[in-house]
């Protein structure tokens, strides 16, 4: 008798999980349903649910760019800025949420545009794309105005370089910045 309980309620919970999934799914199903037919305040209320039921880290970031993309699309920006900050609490190095990241801060350009290209440096720095964060940093440097944002900028090209095994390039942008600040404790320990 134990033995047939143990089986059935280990039915029951295989059952009940697949059932949780496929909750899930349909939740994220309609949510995409809705706002490919332009419902977008019937998307979110799905992507929403979607999330509740959401058992896996895969599934909660699908919920959360469904969410950000209804929003954005919406004009619901600070909801959407609160779902791309939750996705990028889960998953700190998602792509998809990094690049809408940079894009909002491109969008949102300031008119210094030191700050603007260094921190889209940091940025793809965070990205792992030393690439990308080595063509900011530069325009950074080629910008900035003080003493004080060339040895960021600088700084952060050291650094890029160094990750990107560049280190030639990065004992020379060392090099300036000791020129530039000739008393930096970061850029003396790093000789």
Request: glycine share 4%; hydrophobic share 40%; no cysteine.
């Amino acid at each position: 008798m134990k033995i047939l309980y143990s089986v059935t309620l280990a039915v029951l919970l295989l059952f009940s999980s697949a059932y949780a999934d496929s909750k899930f799914d349909y939740f994220y199903e309609t949510a995409g349903i809705s706002a490919e037919q332009h419902e977008l305040r019937k998307a979110i209320k799905y992507y929403n649910k979607a999330f509740e039921r959401a058992k896996t880290k895969k599934q909660k970031i699908k919920a959360l760019g469904g969410l950000v993309s209804a929003n954005e699309r919406l004009g619901h920006k600070k909801s959407a800025r609160l779902a791309l900050k939750t996705l990028l609490r889960i998953d700190p190095k998602n792509k998809w949420a990094l690049k809408k990241l940079r894009k909002k801060k491109a969008r949102n350009k300031s008119s210094n545009k030191f700050s603007y290209y260094y921190e889209n440096a940091g940025i793809a720095a965070k990205e792992d794309d030393y690439y990308e964060a080595i063509e900011f940093y530069t325009k950074a440097f080629e910008v900035a105005r003080t003493k004080k944002e060339k040895v960021k900028a600088l700084g952060g090209l050291v650094t890029s370089y160094e990750y990107n095994d560049q280190y030639s390039r990065a004992r020379a942008a060392l090099r300036a910045l000791l020129k530039i600040d000739p008393k930096n404790k970061w850029a003396l320990k790093k000789i």
